[in-house]
């Protein structure tokens, strides 16, 4: 990679998130931390007002905004084999979350590139997979999870047989390979327990908002349960 197409997309990433450290650009890029600074200097020099944090990161100045970006093909080819990936993962609401997406990508490629694309969606399988439990909640949680709302859910607990109305403040979200499982604070049992999405037989969207809990991440919730 060139440096100008290094730079360009290091922009990209910047745009991405609200800050982002050296290190995740230097470890995309497989490049020094110190050609970062030089990368991050030019385009400041070259009038992106680009902000810094001692401490956390780089981040860009709200209220600038990049002209539309083009995707090479090679991005818009992985684009298809992720949409195989999700179309047998299991909850309905990615799989139309992505399509629209992706509908919306297609209609930006040139026609050579669209051309290419519909050679390539007819060559790629995804995996044979054994059952896998049905859900169509994903997109929903996802949205209370960000926006940090409480969720009112009618549960149907395998084990004990029984339906029980709860709310819960949703905290992430995993697959497990057959089902999606939501990690939530449930407000009935008074803890953090698992819910898996297809034995939810209804989700209401609440406007209550919770305490967004800054400190969870699904790498530290998973070491303490290994250890426990």
Same mark, same amino acid.
């Given at each position: ?25 230097? !470890? ?22 680009? $902000?810094?944090?001692?401490?956390? $990161?780089?981040?860009?100045? !709200? $209220? ?12 818009? =080819? ?11 993962? $299991? ?5 139309? !979350?992505?399509?629209?997406? +992706? ?20 060559? &790629? ?6 059952? &896998?439990?049905?859900?169509?909640? +994903? ?50 049992? =008074? ?35 290994? !250890?426990?």
């Amino acid at each position: 990679m060139n440096r100008l197409t290094r730079i360009t997309s290091i922009l990209i990433q910047l745009q991405s998130k609200q800050v982002v450290t050296a290190k995740e650009i230097a !470890d995309r890029f497989e490049i020094s931390q110190r050609t970062v600074y030089r990368d991050i200097r030019t385009l400041q020099e070259a009038g992106v007002p680009i $902000g810094s944090e001692q401490g956390l $990161g780089y981040f860009v100045v !709200d $209220g600038y905004s990049l002209p539309p970006i083009t995707i090479t093909e090679e991005e818009a =080819n992985a684009l298809i084999v992720s949409e195989k990936l999700i179309s047998i993962q $299991g909850d309905a609401s990615l799989k139309k !979350d992505f399509n629209s997406i +992706l509908i919306k990508i297609k209609s930006v490629l040139r026609n050579f590139e669209k051309e290419n694309v519909t050679k390539l969606e007819s060559r &790629v399988v995804p995996p044979v997979k054994e059952e &896998v439990f049905e859900s169509n909640w +994903l997109s929903l949680i996802q949205k209370s999870i960000t926006n940090a709302n409480v969720l009112s859910l009618n549960y149907h607990s395998i084990y004990k047989d029984e339906q029980t109305q709860r709310e819960v403040e949703p905290l992430g979200v995993y697959f497990t390979d057959r089902a999606w499982v939501m990690i939530a604070y449930c407000r009935l049992r =008074n803890e953090t327990r698992e819910f898996r999405l297809d034995r939810i037989l209804n989700l209401k969207y609440t406007h209550e908002t919770f305490d967004y809990q800054q400190d969870f991440s699904l790498s530290k919730y998973f070491s303490q349960y290994l !250890d426990s």
